[in-house]
């Protein structure tokens, strides 16, 4: 779906109500800020706390995300499908860094890219 100038008016304006709020407001009014605004993945941790935005302004954000598909080309980047417009093929690099893909391509990449490491790791030993 495409959104519509209303969307981004939409999602403006709960960008504006956040950043018109103190941040010292926004923390003191939600108890449990420091965990619903951070997330772990593997060993990195992020916090995003201490930054102007609530929960409404967040249900917008997402919400929107899923409008124009966002999980569903997420989806497509990881399992290797043709996303690089520019270039009309996919862009694997995620192979490098998880094995989250499960397209035929996105598969063969990963294994590639762990052939190679362990390449490099024997040249390293050596």
Known sequence: MTLTPEHWASLRRQAGRVLASPLRDLVAADAG?????????GPLYA?????HID???????F?????AG??????????GADVN???????????????LGEGPLAVEARRLALDARGQMDRLHQA
């Open 33 to 41: 800020r420091a965990e619903a605004y951070a997330v772990r993945v």
């Open 47 to 51: 916090s995003f706390a201490r930054q």
């Open 55 to 61: 929960a409404d302004a967040a249900k917008e954000l």
């Open 63 to 67: 919400g929107l995300a899923r409008q």
């Open 70 to 79: 966002v999980p569903q080309a997420i989806r497509r980047l990881f399992d």
């Open 85 to 99: 417009a520019s270039e009309q093929r996919p862009a694997l690099h995620t192979a490098l860094r998880s094995d």
